[in-house]
């Protein structure tokens, strides 16, 4: 058996975007050939959530090794300094370095966003001569807010210290990198534009997935109570809304507002976004009822910025009577929630302009039951039937009601099957050097 080092400072019970993809791999990597020993740290150190049911989705006796935060939450309030990566840095090295002294690994994986971690890599090789992948799940440089129009970006003079790092650290460390998996093929195209010696066989796509196990274990889960008959359907959004998503927000409010007009005896549609904000502070409306307002139809629409568990939000999913997608200005961003919400089965909206990494994965996924609403091409009129307003009629008639099975192309980015991608992966470079 080979031997994997993956360092996932969020790892279950934390329910934090970024320890999914290695909670996922986790339950298969043996079958493939690789004993696993996940580094993480310890849930009292973190601030996301805590989901103790996520443990039921890990195999039996995981070797998962948790370290005390160098520096607790209250520390760090106390400081300022709230980055997880930060606090713990001091102690994730220290760990990591004793168990690749004492024990053997064959390969390092750092798949987190918590990017201060990893240098360590390029400090292990040179100590202990075991190479390292990095997962880029979020783009470590990013360009986003310095583009013209672009909104101001948050965290002040702490987003440019951390920008600064980025443009300092991000090239030192993958140039000793093994190789680079992403879930976006547009990071890859910008680390071959940023660094020449970057070609083609320095990086893998390798989007993200989902799990046939989340999915059971969230049917098995009590969702919300049956609406009452005759109740107005009920769209739901799930995760985060940020200011790069205001225009797929207006796109589709705009539309739904010239929709109940064009068709004023149709039912209205109940919209509910939750989790929209990662303050747990967060209260009150939020982007989402602004974009309602300014469109005149906040009636219809809740905002709940709280956000829910991980199995619990794909209860609701699966209970939803359909389901909402939004697009970003970015248009290398590729959602994670997209899997496990193709998956439930229900109808779903997709609000995304056509040339951006979203609207590509959803055309060759080719999940039934959803439509795309391409953002830059609004109804052209309050009677006509574009996309947006062709699916509002099917929604509101009662006909996406059923649920569908996944489809050849969502098979294919199955948690399984994404490991084996991975394990694939490891083993062509542990005999060739690289893929």
Known sequence: ???????????????????????????HLHALGWDCTVLAVAPEDVAAPR?????????????????????????????????????????????????????????????????????????????????????????????????????????????????????????????????????????????????????????????????????????????????????????????????????????????????????????????????TSYDPRSSGDGPARTAALAAGVADDVEETPGRLGYLQALARMRGADANLILGSEDAAYSPSKIWPLLAAGRPWLAVTAPDTVLARQLQLVGQPGGRVAPLGAPDPSPAAAGPLHEWLDELAAGRTAARTAPSPGLLAHEAKTLAARHTALFDSLLAHGRP
């Not at 934390?14 to 339950?27: C, F, I, T, W």
């Not at 996520?54 to 370290?67: E, Q």
């Open 51 to 275: 989901e103790d049911a996520l443990l039921a989705t890990l195999p039996p006796g995981a070797d998962i090794r948790r370290v005390r935060a160098t520096l607790g939450l209250r520390a760090g309030r106390r400081l300022g300094i709230g980055n997880l990566g930060w606090r713990a840095l001091p102690a994730l090295a220290r760990e990591g370095s004793r168990l690749l002294r004492e024990e053997r690994f064959d390969l390092v994986y750092f798949s987190t966003t918590q990017f201060i971690c990893l240098p360590l890599g390029r400090r292990w090789l040179r100590r202990f001569g075991v190479p390292f992948v990095v997962d880029l799940q979020d783009p470590w440089l990013n360009d986003y807010y310095s583009r013209p129009g672009a909104p101001r970006p948050p965290g002040g003079w702490k987003y440019r210290v951390a920008s600064a790092l980025a443009a300092c650290l991000e090239g030192r460390t993958l140039r000793h990198a093994a190789h680079v998996v992403s879930v976006s093929p547009r990071y890859l195209e910008d680390l071959a534009r940023r660094y020449p010696g970057f070609g083609p066989g320095r990086g893998t796509v390798i989007p993200f997935g989902w799990s046939l196990r989340d999915q059971e274990c969230a049917a098995a889960m009590d969702a919300e109570p049956p609406a009452p008959a005759g109740s107005p359907p009920t769209v739901l959004y799930l995760g985060r809304v940020g200011p790069d998503m205001r225009p797929a927000l207006d796109h589709l409010f705009r539309g739904y507002a010239a929709w109940r007009r064009a068709r004023p005896a149709a039912p209205r549609i109940r919209w509910c976004f939750t989790g």
């Open 1 to 27: 058996m080979k031997r994997l080092l993956l360092v996932a400072p969020h790892f279950a019970p934390v329910n934090a975007p970024d320890g999914q993809r290695a909670r996922l791999l986790l339950p």
